[in-house]
């Protein structure tokens, strides 16, 4: 695509451009019809671009013409306020440009969203489209669009007006192509209507207006909806009786062309397929010697409700062409009408409506993906919200037993053996501990022969019949006895024993053996496998949710495949801090099973207990909404 050597007027023509650019309706129509007097030079083809601009709600347009090379060469454009034209100009014109020339217009996606649009235009001197560049949030509109472009599609060079039923033929394959007088007829007819903002006022302002233009007897709207037609509007009547027999045999023809999904002219061609019974019995008991019923539907959407026009006459036939001009009026005007209908009706009415459309939309087999996820996002929805699991309120637990007793030192000595270490299990009478008795053995000796001594002396005196002495010496042999028999005593506690059958918790071999030790230090702490049981610690903000007799299930760390039932006994009602947990609430809990070989006391793990059935929102909320509560209170 080159440009063009030279744009005659081109500069001449960037004032109104930019004037363009900012122009309302009224005079956007007085710009179209100052171009259809306006010769076709070099300022002609940049009014027309900003026209279609602004007409089209484009980006930017860009007109350009086939050169004798097959190259394209611009002839104007119109550019965004940032003044950059699109940047895949090129590739779009290459693509759309046989599609456009075959069927009048085309389009296909462009950057960032949005569409290429190119449409043909009727110039006699050369192939000439305009390319658009539309954006994103216009694609639904995209037909109604093409349909204005296409509308000044053949804008004529000089000021030659053509006549109101004016016989021009009408081009093959582009239905749209408008004469300069006519466009201008339309666009006011179509802008007229557009400015009334209830749905009875706009279509009976349309009927008026085509009955006045057309030179119609009678011009009726019907409007099709969930396979029913009924009449909006009858030209200069204001007000009509809908069961009236007149009226009930105007929305039979109008369904007649509907459901043939064609325009209908009657009377038929002997060769046309068409059936026109409905439309034969209103020309003959109405009078008409010729009608034309005209449609207008979204085949996008077809459950949007569409359009039935009826033009009457009594004497002068339709003209194709004409008619083909009033078609595109009725689609540009559709939409419009739609909305204005739906406005329209009470808000009970547009509730049901709008839920009878979503119905449709899910039970039509389109985008089965989509529903099958929205469906499933809906039924998980509703099961959170109505659906209750069984709650469970967390904690730690730990396995004690109150049958602990330390094992400490019989006498100061040094300990000699260590037999036990911390985890061992150990038999009741097994020896602990062996003590030094190195010393003790000689103080025995020592007290022993002291004690023959005092005996020997009391002996002595008692045969000299020396009372005195006797009493001393036997005094003093009690005494020595005595401490022997404490000396015997320690030495029968050097090897120390385990009390009870049970497990050493507390007690490191390593660091007992050989160390010295004062009577009453403790060696060891021994506790009973026999009578363990679990504490479990739960949050304080979980108590409320206890329930009486509570029960659950822990899962020791050592061995977490294994559940292990129990049963709440007693709630310590004292709280405490154990560190970043907050203040937590002791449970005491009693086992379901007998204590396991492998249980030991001090092992922890987790704990659940069940607190009965709750909604499933409730679970999931509850800790954020009590959270809220505590920042948001004062």
Not at 249 to 272: G, I, K, N, Y
Not at 478 to 486: I, Y
Not at 506 to 516: D, F, N, Q, S
Request: net charge neutral; aromatic share 4%; glycine share 6%.
């Amino acid at each position: 695509m080159s440009d063009a050597a030279s744009r005659p007027g081109a500069d001449a023509g960037a004032a109104d451009a930019a004037g363009a650019a900012r122009m309302d309706a009224q005079q956007l129509l007085a710009a179209l019809r100052a171009l259809r007097h306006a010769p076709r030079d070099g300022a002609y083809w940049p009014r027309l671009a900003q026209c279609l601009m602004q007409l089209c709600r484009a980006r930017s347009a860009l007109l350009v013409r086939e050169a004798p090379d097959g190259s394209w060469q611009v002839l104007a454009s119109a550019l965004p306020p940032d003044g950059n034209p699109p940047a895949d100009a090129a590739a779009a014109l290459a693509e759309l440009a046989p599609r456009a020339l075959a069927q009048g217009h085309a389009y296909a996606p462009g950057a960032q969203g949005g569409l290429m649009a190119a449409v043909r235009l009727i110039d006699p001197q050369g192939t000439t489209l305009a390319l658009l560049e539309i954006a994103a949030r216009d694609r639904a509109a995209i037909n109604d669009l093409l349909i204005r472009a296409q509308l000044v599609a053949d804008l004529p060079s000089s000021g030659a007006l053509a006549p109101l039923d004016g016989t021009a033929p009408a081009t093959p394959g582009s239905r749209a192509l408008v004469p300069a007088q006519e466009l201008v007829d339309l666009v006011d007819l179509v802008a007229r209507v557009m400015k009334e903002t209830e749905f009875g006022a706009a279509t009976l302002t349309l009927v008026n207006l085509l009955s006045t233009a057309l030179g119609c007897e009678q011009v009726v709207l019907g409007v099709a909806d969930d396979g029913l037609v009924r009449v909006a509007a009858i030209s200069h009547i204001d007000r009509f009786e809908r069961k009236a027999e007149n009226v009930q045999l105007l929305e039979s023809a109008l369904e007649e062309a509907l459901d043939q999904r064609a325009d209908l002219v009657h009377p038929l061609a002997p060769d046309s397929p068409m059936v026109g019974l409905a439309h034969d019995r209103v020309a003959r008991l109405l009078g008409y010697a010729h009608l034309a019923t005209l449609i207008a539907r979204d085949e996008e959407s077809p459950r949007t409700p569409a359009l039935a026009l009826m033009l009457g006459r009594r004497e002068a036939a339709f003209d194709a062409t004409r008619l083909q001009q009033v078609s595109v009026a009725l689609h540009l005007l559709q939409p419009w009408l739609v909305t204005l209908r739906e406005r329209s009706r009470w808000w009970g009415a547009r509730l049901w409506a709008g839920m009878q459309q979503r119905a449709r939309r899910w039970l039509s087999p389109e985008k089965p993906g989509r529903k099958v996820l929205a469906l499933a996002a809906a039924v998980f929805v509703l099961g959170v919200s109505l659906g209750t699991w069984p709650y469970r309120i967390d904690g730690s637990a730990e396995l004690v037993t109150d049958s602990v007793q330390v094992v400490s030192a019989p006498f100061d000595s040094h300990l000699a053996r260590v037999y036990a270490n911390l985890g061992d299990t150990v038999e009741s009478g097994a020896v602990l501990v062996q003590m030094d008795v190195r010393e003790l053995e000689l103080q025995a000796g020592d007290l022993a022969s002291e004690l023959r001594r005092f005996e020997a002396e009391a002996d002595r005196a008692r045969a000299a019949g020396q009372a005195a002495e006797t009493q001393i010496a036997t005094a003093r042999a009690v005494q020595a006895r005595a401490r022997l028999d404490r000396v015997r005593f320690q030495l029968e506690q050097a090897m120390v024993r385990a009390p009870f059958a049970g497990v050493v918790v507390e007690g490191e071999r390593k660091e007992l053996a050989g160390t010295p030790v004062r009577q009453g230090d403790k060696l060891f702490r021994l506790a009973r496998i026999e009578g363990l049981y679990a504490v479990v610690y739960v949050s304080e903000r979980d108590v409320r949710e206890l329930p009486a007799q509570a029960t659950g299930h822990l899962r020791l760390l050592s061995q977490p495949e294994r559940e292990i039932g129990f049963r709440v006994t007693q709630v310590v009602p004292i709280a405490q801090a154990r560190g970043p947990q907050g203040g937590q609430i002791q449970l005491r809990v009693l086992l379901d099973q007998a204590p396991q070989p492998w249980w030991r006391p001090g092992m922890t793990g987790l704990a659940q207990i069940d607190a009965g059935e709750r909604r499933i929102l409730w679970i999931w909320t509850h800790r954020l909404v009590d959270t809220l509560r505590l920042k948001l209170w004062w």
